[in-house]
């Protein structure tokens, strides 16, 4: 998994969040499984996985709220539930 990759765990409040950073650019590509375009074929394949990872990891944790990469900035006024 690349830097670019790396998801992060907070906690806001009594909030658990995930934030996934550019895994997942927004919430409609992480509610269907599409993984983040890279610079090569390699990375995409690294991309993919660690989609399908997190998505398993807000599967079996259904209280955790993601926050996706470009979506960051609405965490100031409001904290989205998982999917």
């Known amino acids: 998994m690349s830097a670019?990759?790396?998801p992060h765990t907070s906690r806001a409040g009594s909030a658990r969040l995930l934030l996934?950073?550019?895994a997942s650019h927004y919430?409609?590509?992480f509610e269907?499984?599409?993984g983040p375009r890279g610079p090569s074929e390699r990375d995409?394949?690294?991309g993919q996985r660690s989609l399908d990872r997190l998505r398993e990891l807000v599967r079996t944790h259904p209280g955790l709220r993601v926050v996706y990469g470009h979506?960051?900035?609405r965490l100031i006024c409001d904290i989205s539930p998982a999917p």
């Open 4 to 6: 670019w990759q790396t």
């Open 20 to 22: 996934v950073g550019d």
């Open 27 to 29: 919430a409609w590509a």
């Open 32 to 34: 269907h499984g599409i």
């Open 44 to 46: 995409e394949a690294a």
């Open 71 to 73: 979506d960051a900035p």
